[in-house]
């Protein structure tokens, strides 16, 4: 598998944008290529003190790689297959004088990185080859020198991808029945609903969240779903014809599946069941829908993009191999609590997705609380509004193709904007400020996983 992304398209798409009147961003400052090799299970690289831009990569050994991440490699347990990408970088011109950075790595085998100059010559080559037994990190710091590469090039591309409509889009979740409010044996809800303990079934409530959703600028809601005939199936079956009323876009989050054959029927019965309606999101003439991370644990990996035909797949987790045979990537949370880490996070995942023409989704939300559900369970504080402005002001800084609202009415832990009796409309009226700066542009620590199935 060739993974390069050839600097000399680059150009090509260059002078196309110039034809077209696209004026590309221009940076100045250094390229080097950064072999990473290991004998280890996995890996990781981060720069500590710079941010830079991606360019590419390519996977230099035959080995399987069980996850190629944006600077990372995973792979089995105890898996010591020598494996080496080459990653294409491009640092800027107002460099520390150290350039700091750590390697991580499991418990056997060693990792390498070794920087390359334009002229091809090495300029740096660090190994970590800790293998303390109980660390389950083996971190090594390293530092080098910026004097080691002093060529300047002048590279302009066009930083801002593919032109796609910006949507702002919200989790929903259409679980909700009078018994489930109490599904731990107690009110399992840290806040409550303005509109009371309502049931998802209720066409009137469907109706509410649509236009207050809509007063807002959201553009539509991708609904949980947990299979055929759930209760969110039944439900969604209102939903969407609601949508198609009241011209509204809506999808499927697929939550769940059992097996390699139960994602085959699944997806058919999407197709047969969904997509022809109106109202369903599409993206590049396909139907789309999101995969949550709990499918990428259960099958095999490449079954997806086996059965992947008839839609377009916004997979789950910033991750380069996320995004071969997929039209693009999201995560359901922030990956961080820090703005600039998460920031950082961001402008590599959207480089990544620029070199790759595809879709890339940041995910926005007010705060987190599943402590009425889970023990000890895990809460961020909303910081009245504070931790939701964060996360919009990190999502913005990288100009996303799609803004996704985690959550809508997810109740059960805590990250609704929906209107509730603790904090009234406030929510709303934050996203709609909020949207307004995203869709007024050009278009160009914490819990990982969610609770389990509320439709017990």
Known sequence: ??????????????????????????????????LLETTSDWTDLIFENTNFRYLGEKVLTTSAVSLLGILSISKRAYDSTFTAIEYELFFPKD?????????????????????????????????????????VQNLKRFSLDRKLFQARDTLQINLNGQESEKLVLAFYFLWYYPE????????????????????????????????????VGIDGFICSWWGINSVSDQNLKKLASLCAENDFKFTVYLEKVNSVNDLKNALCYLESTYTKQS?????????????????????????????????SIINYGYKVSHLEGFEGYHEFLPPENNIEKLERIYQLAKDVANNKGKLMAVPVMP??????????G???????????????KSALSVNPDWILISTFNEWFEGSEIEPSKEYGDFYLKLTKQYVERFKARKSISQPRTRCCNKEQ
Do not use: C
């Open 95 to 135: 460099l520390p004088k150290e350039i700091r950075f750590s390697v991580r790595k499991g418990g056997i085998g060693f990792t390498r990185i070794t920087f390359i100059d334009t002229r091809q010559e090495t300029v740096g080559v660090f190994i970590n080859d800790k293998n303390i037994p109980q660390d």
């Open 1 to 34: 598998m060739n993974l390069t992304i050839k600097i000399s398209l680059i150009g090509l798409l260059f002078s196309i944008n110039l034809l077209l009147g696209v004026s590309p961003e221009k940076i100045i400052g250094d390229k080097l290529k950064v």
């Open 367 to 376: 705060g987190f609380d599943d402590r009425k559900v889970n023990s000890p």
């Open 279 to 311: 109202a369903f999101l599409r993206y590049r003439e396909k139907s789309v829908i999101f995969i949550f991370n709990r499918i990428l644990e259960t099958i095999p990996f490449d079954s997806l993009r086996v059965y992947n035909a008839q839609f």
């Open 378 to 392: 895990s809460v961020i504080e909303r910081k009245k509004g504070a931790y939701y402005k964060m996360t919009w």
């Open 180 to 215: 489930n409010w109490y599904w731990t044996g107690k009110l399992s809800i840290p806040h409550q609903p303005i509109l009371g303990l309502y049931s998802s079934s209720e066409e009137d409530v469907l109706k509410t969240h649509i236009a207050m959703a809509k007063s």
